[in-house]
């Protein structure tokens, strides 16, 4: 599973079974953006959707990205 966390500093990080790596934006809404596109290049590399794990200010959601991008709950 793919953990993406959002700080409301614009920091946070994508976690995968490769490591953590930590990443900073302007805003919460465009590392938000950032690291879905990762978790979607990622499911498009993989050919099948991934469940991901997002954590923000607000709580933690549970997504799943298909490899055409699209998320569902």
């Known amino acids: ?3 993406l966390t959002i700080g409301s500093d614009g920091s946070g990080s994508y976690e ?5 790596e930590s990443l900073t ?4 809404e465009q590392l938000r953006s ?9 499911a498009r590399q993989e050919g099948q959707p991934l469940r991901v794990a997002a954590k923000d200010t607000s709580g ?6 298909t490899p055409s991008g699209a998320i569902s709950l």
């Open 34 to 42: 950032l690291l879905l596109g990762r978790a979607a290049a990622r």
């Open 1 to 3: 599973m793919i953990t």
């Open 60 to 65: 933690l959601t549970h997504l799943l990205i």
């Open 16 to 20: 995968d079974e490769n490591g953590i």
């Open 25 to 28: 934006a302007t805003s919460q």
